[in-house]
């Protein structure tokens, strides 16, 4: 495992002495219809376990409604609209299964990168 509390996910929330380390960014690539966004991340940059979606940080209304292989299905409400090229930032339910899936780690405070870290562990096989 990569380290529940180290890097944690929505799972843990209850946990308040924690925060959610591990991210993932993603883009809007597509916009088929009102309340629709299809982002670039998808199940194979995630750790998808049941019915258990990431969540949408800073994102009012949005959510995820399905995760395919190479995309992610969006919903937004209105209240925060989606368009082509807009950034989204998912928090995801469950990390452990997401560490060796990267060759780097890009560890960011207060939206500055402080640090690049190697993962020598890589090796993703799906």
């Known amino acids: 495992e990569g380290g529940t509390y180290g890097l944690m996910g929505t799972r843990y929330d209850y946990l308040e002495e924690f ?10 690539i597509s916009t088929p219809r009102p309340g629709v966004a299809i ?11 049941g019915d ?8 009012p209304g949005v959510t995820v409604e399905r995760i395919l ?4 299905v969006l919903r937004t409400d209105g209240t925060t609209p989606l368009e082509v090229g807009d950034k989204f930032i998912l928090l995801p339910w469950y990390q452990d299964l ?3 899936r990267w060759d780097h ?3 960011v405070r ?4 402080e640090q690049v870290l190697d993962i ?5 096989t799906q």
């Open 120 to 124: 020598p562990g890589r090796g993703c």
């Open 39 to 49: 982002g670039d991340v998808g199940a194979r940059a995630l750790s998808v376990m």
């Open 105 to 107: 780690y890009i560890a």
């Open 98 to 100: 997401l560490v060796d």
């Open 52 to 59: 258990d979606m990431p969540s949408v940080e800073a994102m």
């Open 19 to 28: 925060q959610i380390a591990n991210k993932v960014l993603g883009t809007v």
């Open 110 to 113: 207060n939206g500055v990168v």
């Open 69 to 72: 292989d190479e995309h992610i």
